[in-house]
């Protein structure tokens, strides 16, 4: 699982999109501005989604720019050296996506007014769909089963380390002013009114007609009929499109389609082991 990657400070990245030299500017001198809004997530939490859903709200549910513009540079992606690149040019306020945990992340986002946005998503189906995304992204060491992928997830020996680790090290920013997070489930459950929470985080007073706008084209059929937004644009050598979409499924509980008895209870004893003191807090907590 860790083939094509480099350990950064402990936290294993793809050696094959990211470098060891970026990472460090970016933790270190990349400089965030006040009005930047980062979509922050754990891998295959929904980050696609998100970044789709600002830029519709942006651009006022205009969806335009949605579907003139690749998603890599609507919002580019701050880990990687060719992001940097278009960040510098990116006329503010920009829009930035991260898989970084919290204590990678830019010193220069302590003092200042950037908001970022956190999404989460049951990591039993976040298993599902890497598992599954393993398969086109050449980057990733695609597992021989499931039952490989859970162990090493649950060991934090996967791109981005532990999944415990990252949403306890972003959920400790709840209350602050400019932190905002929102479970993927809860994307799915009640997308209108999730956007109208966002707006309000950002400060955007959209119309109903521009309510209505994001939610028609944040839809999962919208985002997999657009080519700027579900990956299809991108070369063989980097997705191989011939084994399956990058928008995959895009429901919630598939987990149950995947997972033994016995994978849900070693999954179970893990997860209330590493979440017990964050009990309560997620739809999926029963
Ligand atoms: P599945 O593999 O379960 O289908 P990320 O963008 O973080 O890589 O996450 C990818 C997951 O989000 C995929 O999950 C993908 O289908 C899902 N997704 C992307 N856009 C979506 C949308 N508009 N509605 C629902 N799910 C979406």
Not at 41 to 53: A, F, L, Q, R, V
């Amino acid at each position: 699982m860790l083939r094509h990657s480099f350990s950064y400070k402990g936290i294993p990245l793809p050696a094959e999109i990211y470098d060891p030299e970026t990472i460090d500017f970016v933790g270190n001198r990349f400089q965030v501005l006040d009005d930047d809004a980062f979509t922050v997530t754990y891998p295959k939490s929904g980050t696609n989604w998100m970044i789709e859903i600002l830029s519709l709200i942006w651009q006022q549910g205009d969806p335009s720019w949605c579907r003139s513009v690749p998603i890599w540079d609507r919002s580019p992606w701050l880990e990687s050296p060719n992001a940097l690149e278009k960040l510098k040019s990116a006329k503010p306020p920009r829009l930035i996506s991260s898989h970084l945990p919290i204590q990678l992340f830019p010193k220069s986002f302590w003092g200042s007014k950037a908001k970022v946005i956190y999404t989460f998503r049951n990591p039993k189906d976040l298993l599902v769909s890497l598992y599954h995304f393993s398969k086109l992204a050449n980057f990733l060491e695609e597992p021989e089963s499931l039952e490989e992928l859970l162990g090493a997830f649950l060991q934090g020996e996967v791109l981005y380390g532990s999944w415990f680790d990252h949403v306890k090290g972003w959920l400790g920013l709840r209350g602050r002013e400019n932190f905002f997070c929102i479970s993927y489930e809860e994307l799915q459950e009640d997308l209108r009114g999730s956007v109208g929470r966002i707006c309000r985080f950002l400060g955007k007073d959209l119309s109903d007609a521009a309510l209505a706008s994001v939610v028609q084209n944040a839809s999962f059929q919208a985002m997999r009929d657009n080519p700027m937004a579900n990956y299809s644009l991108l070369p063989g050598n980097i997705l191989d499109k011939t084994k399956g979409s990058f928008l995959r499924k895009g429901v919630v509980g598939d987990w149950k389609n995947h997972f033994t008895v016995a994978q849900s209870e070693r999954f179970g004893r893990a997860y209330q082991e590493r979440m017990q003191d964050l009990a309560g807090t997620f739809p999926w907590d029963e």
